[in-house]
């Protein structure tokens, strides 16, 4: 049975840093893209970021979090991390590691299993 | 703003069928499969439909989907109580790159 477990969520002052983690089991972790989706409270899901397989190809959504977010696995470890600087409040929100159909993250796959979340609040 | 349009809400009676829609455009729907999933409150979403109309295992069929053109439909039949949920379409966008979500479609089951 797939298992998607995150930590590493909790309160940042505005213009820190976190790093999310997610622990995978129960598939063969570097055949499947990854990706990190988010939830802002009372809002709707929106895709933050996504990794292939190998960790060879990653993407983040433009604008928003590109040049603050870094995505990253351990293959060894059966681990993806989410590594986020200069958090603004736009930012709180629940964070969803997400497990894809295929190897790649982008078209022809879809997220097919999903993490509980964890929650990442930003304020002063 | 969702780049793919849904209807924030809609309702039924039990036994009742509903029919929930997904708008995009060329760029996303148009090119790409689209998926739908299920979120109770306080829950991660869990997946309904993959690949436009395909049932995972486990889906019960009174769930189905399907796509033409630009647009995507979720419908639901025999309605329960447990349907009771916030639903979501996605896709993969082509111009912007990024997977791209409905804004949600809150069920109510009257």
């Known amino acids: 049975e797939v298992h998607l477990l995150e930590s590493g969520g909790g309160l940042v002052q505005p213009g820190g840093s976190l790093t999310l983690s997610c622990a995978a089991s129960g598939f063969t972790f570097s055949a499947h893209g990854m990706s990190w989706v988010r939830q802002a409270p009372g809002k709707g899901l929106e895709w933050v970021s996504g990794?292939?397989?190998?960790?060879?190809?990653?993407?983040y959504a433009d604008s928003k979090v590109s040049s603050r977010f870094i995505v990253t696995r351990d293959n060894s470890k059966n681990m993806v991390y989410l590594q986020m600087n200069s958090l603004g409040a736009e930012d709180t929100a629940v964070y969803f590691c997400a497990k894809h159909s295929a190897f790649n993250y982008a078209y022809a796959s879809y997220f097919d299993s999903w993490g509980q979340g964890t929650l990442v609040t930003v304020s002063s | 703003q969702s780049v793919l349009t849904q209807p924030p809400s809609t309702s039924g009676t039990p036994g009742q069928g509903v029919i929930i829609s997904c708008s995009g455009s060329?760029?996303?729907?148009?090119?790409?499969?689209v998926n739908w999933y299920r979120q109770l409150p306080g829950t991660a979403p869990k997946l309904l439909i993959c690949d436009n109309d395909q049932r995972p295992s486990g889906v019960p069929d009174r769930f189905s989907g399907s796509k033409s053109g630009t647009s995507a439909s979720l419908a639901i039949s025999g309605l329960q109580s447990e349907d009771e949920a916030d639903y979501y379409c996605t896709t993969w966008d082509d111009s912007v790159t990024d997977w791209v979500f409905g804004g949600g479609t809150k069920l109510t089951v009257l």
């Open positions: 990794i292939s397989g190998t960790g060879g190809s990653t993407n």
């Open positions: 060329s760029s996303n729907i148009g090119r790409n499969s």
